[in-house]
């Protein structure tokens, strides 16, 4: 830790970067000994790209690929994959403007969902916000995140009411246009609404218990284990996806189980 500490008061003398926080499973202690340190540097434009690239050969001892902003999408936004001291260490931008607007329409109960590689369900902007809300700040030179935590230490009601109600008209007709999939065996089609309407429960679940979720990975485990969700949640949602088929009958009977799945957690989800 002394040596992300080191790294991350450096990373803030570079122009554009106003401060920098540990995220992921290392800020909420739910990581394993071979897992990321992602460190999230949050900048203003413009950010001198060549001061970063001078850091990162310097604290790895070799040249790294540092990209410009942008350079992974349109979310991911951009940074380096790093290995210090034989360990991975990610830079990952976050452009601070931007997380300042996510999160005032966060308070108005607004999302958005864009396309992003790597995130098959689709980024919620809401991440950004649930990101520096779990991380763990380590340089600040001036204050700016600690004051933005403060503002997020309550979930904000309206958001927590608008992705309930997102799942609860979405997951259900989504399921319901699968069937029209099912009819005609397409593996592919149903497939692909178990995902996307399983993903809407699972925001739905951290919504309605107020718990931040921040991407696809281990979601549906985490969402089995709130207390709104029903105690097989995930035995039952993980079973959809084990082998739905690929006959009409065999994926009619995948959809009837998902049915029944979204039924219960929809009659668990309230708005207050």
């Not at 700040?137 to 927590?160: N, S, T």
């Amino acid at each position: 830790m002394d040596r992300l500490l080191e790294i991350a008061h450096r990373l803030t003398e570079a122009g554009g970067i106003a401060g920098v926080a540990l995220g992921g499973s290392r800020a909420r202690g739910t990581h394993r000994p071979d897992s990321d340190h992602d460190l999230g540097l949050y900048y203003r434009k413009p950010l001198d790209t060549a001061a970063l690239r001078r850091l990162a050969s310097e604290v790895t001892g070799a040249p790294v690929e540092v990209t410009e902003p942008g350079g992974w999408g349109p979310w991911a936004d951009g940074g380096a994959w790093l290995t210090v001291d034989g360990h991975r260490v990610d830079w990952i931008y976050r452009d601070l403007d931007r997380v300042h607007r996510i999160w005032g329409q966060c308070r108005a109960g607004h999302f958005e969902v864009g396309t992003q590689p790597g995130h098959p369900l689709g980024v919620y902007s809401h991440a950004y916000v649930g990101e520096l809300a779990l991380g763990r700040i380590l340089a600040d030179p001036g204050g700016e995140l600690q004051k933005l935590r403060r503002e997020m230490r309550h979930y904000p009601e309206p958001l927590r009411e608008a992705l309930i109600a997102d799942a609860r008209w979405q997951a259900p007709f989504t399921l319901s246009c699968a069937r029209k999939g099912a009819a005609r065996g397409d593996a592919f089609y149903v497939a692909g609404c178990l995902f996307r309407a399983v993903g809407l429960l699972v925001h739905a679940l951290h919504a309605h218990d107020r718990s931040w979720l921040l991407n696809e990975k281990g979601a549906v485990q985490a969402a089995g284990d709130l207390p709104s969700a029903p105690s097989d949640f995930a035995t039952r949602a993980h079973g959809l996806f084990a082998a739905p088929g690929t006959t009409p009958d065999t994926l009619h009977t995948t959809l009837d189980a998902a049915d029944r799945l979204t039924a219960e957690v929809c009659d668990r989800l309230t708005p207050r």
